[in-house]
């Protein structure tokens, strides 16, 4: 199985083997960090809230769907796994946190109280949700203080 590190200090990144895995979709990309630091299934509720907080739900879901079907062309079909009501990376994965590695957020626990992680990348979800604000085209125009 190939390694995948995930880059969030700095410019987030994927990265398959040390090569950098381009993903080239925005909320794809929040997606997967958010699915990396949460280590555990992820209600899909919880995923549509965060990336299109202001859609209806039929419309969020289709939006979801597409999106984890690219997301599975680019990484592979066994990279994430899935279920009617959670999404996760595969524990099958070999996967790295920068974060996680450099001891900035605690590894210990699979499980994680995701009442509040919304919070945690309100900036990367904010820069993503504008289509034609600036800062959605060139990510690193969010300042670190939005990520708090």
């Not at 381009?22 to 990309?29: A, C, Y």
């Not at 997967?32 to 879901?61: C, F, H, I, N």
Request: hydrophobic content about 35%; charged content about 25%.
């Amino acid at each position: 199985m190939a390694l995948f590190s995930v880059r969030t200090l700095g410019f987030p990144e994927i990265r398959r083997d040390d090569q950098p895995c381009p993903i080239g979709l925005r909320k794809g990309l929040a997606l997967l960090v958010y699915l990396a630091e949460a280590k555990g299934p992820v209600g899909r509720d919880v995923v549509a809230t965060m990336l299109w907080p202001d859609s209806g739900e039929d419309v969020v879901r289709v939006r979801l769907r597409r999106l984890m079907y690219r997301l599975q062309l680019t990484l592979g079909d066994d990279v994430l796994t899935t279920d009617r009501s959670t999404l996760r990376w595969s524990s099958a994965t070999n996967l790295q946190i920068d974060s996680q590695l450099a001891g900035i957020l605690p590894a210990t626990s699979h499980r994680r109280d995701t009442s509040n992680s919304t919070a945690s990348i309100t900036g990367f979800s904010r820069a993503t949700r504008e289509p034609s604000s600036p800062a959605s085209d060139n990510l690193s125009a969010v300042s670190p203080h939005d990520w708090k």
